[in-house]
């Protein structure tokens, strides 16, 4: 069983950066896809960005610049750098992940979730 916890979370201002993580562990082999979700209150959740099982990534068109989405730890730890956040960032940011060599284009697709943590930007 795959199991994924978030860290990182808090409040910034607007302008600011934020880091998050994500450990994971469970996994059997280092084929699969590692993703960023962010779903905000009485919105659908909405992939952020992406990086299949050799490091290719893709970002949502709202975060592309700012974002930078990254693994380290032979896989296991999945990072989200945040920078020139926006009050329009504010969600609760979930790591996600499916098996695989492609990623899924929607999280329909994503079989494994973390908790979430909270992300608010301020004005």
């Known amino acids: 069983q795959v199991h994924l916890v978030e860290t990182g979370g808090g409040s910034v201002q607007a302008g600011g950066s934020l880091r998050l993580s994500c450990a994971a562990s469970g996994y059997t082999d280092n084929n699969f896809c590692m993703a960023w979700f962010r779903q905000a209150p009485g919105k659908e959740r909405e992939g952020v960005a992406f990086?299949?099982?050799?490091?290719?990534?893709t970002y949502a068109d709202s975060v592309q610049g700012r974002f930078t989405i990254s693994q380290a730890n032979a896989k296991r730890t999945l990072s989200l750098q945040m920078s020139s956040l926006k009050p329009e960032d504010t969600a609760m940011y979930f790591c996600a992940a499916h098996g695989g060599i492609y990623c899924a284009p929607s999280a329909a697709g994503f079989i494994y979730w973390g908790q979430g943590t909270q992300v608010t930007v301020s004005s």
């Open positions: 990086i299949d099982y050799i490091g290719r990534t």
